[in-house]
């Protein structure tokens, strides 16, 4: 069983920026995949920003592309993202998640924090 535990949300003004970091339980961390949703109100929960397992395959989505930096490190068992130039669009819960080797599917999640962002 995995426990993620994200921190950093809060309120920020329009092209601010906020550092959310996820902070994983366990010892096989660096074998997991990591990715990063997000939820706003009426919305499905769409993903943002992945990374692989060693951290040499990343994507996003393009509406964050060039705005956003998901990253990790392995020894602390932490992934972060980092948002710059947010936009009252970005307002939302955000979640961390993991993905088991093999998985095709993010097998756990934090428990979400709050990005709101005011124009």
């Known amino acids: 069983q995995v426990q993620l535990v994200e921190s950093g949300g809060g309120l920020v003004q329009a092209g601010g920026s906020l550092r959310l970091s996820c902070a994983a339980s366990?010892?096989?961390?660096?074998?997991?995949?990591m990715g990063w949703f997000r939820q706003a109100p009426g919305k499905e929960r769409d993903l943002v920003a992945a990374i692989s397992s060693s951290g040499g395959r990343i994507s996003y989505a393009d509406s964050v592309q060039g705005r956003f930096t998901i990253s990790r490190d392995n020894a602390r068992n932490t992934v972060y993202l980092q948002m710059n130039g947010l936009k009252p669009e970005d307002t939302a819960v955000y979640y961390c998640?993991?993905?088991?080797?093999?998985?095709?599917?993010?097998?756990?999640w934090g428990q979400g924090t709050q990005v709101t962002v005011s124009s």
């Open positions: 366990g010892r096989a961390f660096s074998s997991y995949a």
């Open positions: 998640t993991a993905r088991m080797p093999f998985s095709l599917t993010y097998d756990y």
